[in-house]
């Protein structure tokens, strides 16, 4: 059912975007009670706004610490308008209804990363602010709980499309964001009183799922800005880094961008700024909400350009100044500056039936370099083919890459198939414009039969990678030998599981 608001209890850190909202909220003729920094913002932009302390008859006291953690206050928010019983105290102690409550936090984990001062940290922890979400969340058949300006322009549009009223699926929404918000800011400060602790994680791969971290994250980076690093954050941000450092020595600039563990985009080329417009290029589509990862310094022009797309992570050796004033616009955004280019794990591990897997990381690109085919390579396709090989190491199998001046124009993964992965691969680099012509292909693992090479000889391609090792490794070769191509066997599988 729909609710009209009557009234609002605004009380926020940051004042960013809440002008628009106010002017909504008074033209609407909605009482809007307040406190402290953000009442003299409203009244200095001539909005008229009631003071908390005209309704707890308290002012603020403990040099801010207590504003709004009264019965008067809380009645307000909690006060069920269905329950009779409700209604009659509210009236009997004159606690008005309060029907939009916009409330942000304190900075906490801002403050962490910028000092190490104990007093200030501590002073961050908001203690009103999470406790007025709550019991607006908590009460959302009534009330509508704003805890992120983030959720501003969804409101104002609600305000203005339904002037004034929202539905109770709409309530719903805005109080399950806001618990999200109260659970990170909650492990957030859980996680700096227990450093070196295992880290509890908002939730696993699915929200259901609960999960932590045990380990030592400050030895692989340092984070600069955003939020708390989820557990699928966390799992790409281990492919990103693992993929950059066998990129560690290379002289150009080496932009990829990760998408579910698979490089769905990477680039070499002279200038960081070209190397991720070639990343991009290679698959803007999927570069949605992706980990960024890069093997030089991020600078402002790179930054301006990165700043136009939605990304969850950056990850870098370092950054420029002036890059990072841009990048920081989003303050939910994480970027990361790694302390090695070169960090990798010694083994790997994972849980599996009633134990543990373990095993070494996947070190190199190639065991030998055997030229098979009729031709030797010319020296492009060995860059090339050198750098693809590198790139279908970081696919899940069964796993293609395709290409073509150090810049990947298509690729195929995690098919049942190697004949689906290829045409995957060719689907993607038709999808984006791509000649293929000149193009190389690199395979994690063997070619059992020659079919794949005659697809990518048909598609353009005339230079092959492959670990070989199959009973039927003569079929692929002769092929090759008998229609002028080249073809490189490493005895290096890469599968990747």
């Not at 009659?88 to 990363?113: A, H, S």
């Amino acid at each position: 059912m729909q609710k009209k608001i009557q009234s609002a209890l605004i009380s926020v850190f940051y004042k960013d975007g809440l002008e628009p909202i106010a002017r909504q909220l008074q033209k609407l003729g909605i009482t809007i009670y307040s406190t402290g920094g953000t009442q003299t913002f409203l009244e200095n932009l001539g909005i008229t706004c009631v003071p908390v302390e005209s309704l707890t008859t308290y002012p603020s006291i403990l040099g801010g610490r207590v504003k709004t953690l009264h019965p008067v206050v809380f009645g307000a928010i909690l006060g069920r308008r269905y329950e009779a019983q409700d209604l009659q105290e509210m009236q009997e102690y004159k606690i008005p209804e309060i029907d939009l409550v916009i409330v942000d936090l304190y900075p906490f984990e801002e403050t962490l990363r910028n000092t190490s001062e104990e007093k200030l940290i501590i002073e961050k922890i908001d203690i009103g602010g999470p406790s007025m979400i709550r019991a607006a969340a908590k009460n959302f058949k009534d009330v509508t709980v704003i805890a992120a300006k983030e959720s501003y322009a969804d409101l104002e549009k609600l305000l203005i499309d339904q002037e004034g009223s929202t539905t109770i699926e709409q309530r719903r929404a805005f109080a399950a964001k806001a618990f999200e918000v109260v659970m990170h800011y909650d492990i957030a400060i859980s996680n700096y009183f227990n450093p070196g602790a295992e880290k509890v994680l908002r939730y696993g791969e699915n929200p259901h799922q609960h999960a932590k971290f045990v380990g030592d994250l400050s030895g692989v980076f340092e984070q600069l800005n955003g939020k708390e690093l989820s557990y699928n954050n966390l799992v790409d941000v281990d492919a990103a880094v693992q993929l950059i450092a066998d990129f560690s020595d290379y002289q150009q600039a080496v932009f990829a961008i990760i998408k579910h563990t698979n490089v769905c985009g990477v680039a070499a080329r002279p200038t960081v700024k070209t190397a991720w417009d070639a990343a991009l290029a290679g698959d803007p589509e999927s570069a949605f909400g992706g980990v960024l990862v890069c093997n030089q310094t991020i600078d402002a022009a790179t930054a301006e350009a990165i700043n136009e797309i939605f990304f969850e992570v950056l990850i870098a050796p370092s950054y420029e100044e002036a890059a990072l004033t841009i990048l920081k616009t989003k303050k939910n955004r994480i970027l990361l500056q790694l302390h090695k280019k070169d960090f990798k794990t010694a083994s790997m591990q994972k849980s599996i039936l009633n134990g543990i897997l373990i095993q070494d990381t996947d070190e190199g690109n190639f065991e030998k370099w055997e030229e098979v085919g009729a031709r030797a390579c010319t020296e492009t396709e060995k860059e090339n083919l050198a750098f693809a090989n590198i790139i279908c190491k970081h696919l899940k199998s069964n796993a293609i890459a395709l290409v073509k001046d150090k810049q990947l124009v298509g690729k195929g993964c995690g098919q049942t198939s190697r004949i689906d992965s290829l045409r995957q691969a060719i689907e993607k680099a038709k999808q984006f414009n791509f000649d293929l012509k000149g193009a190389v292909l690199a395979s994690d693992a063997f070619f059992p039969f020659n079919d794949c090479v005659q697809i990518a000889h048909a598609a353009g391609m005339e230079a092959f990678i492959q670990p070989g090792g199959s009973v039927r490794d003569k079929d692929s070769v002769e092929y090759c030998v008998n229609n002028g191509l080249a073809m490189v066997m490493t005895g290096t599988r890469h599968f990747k599981h």
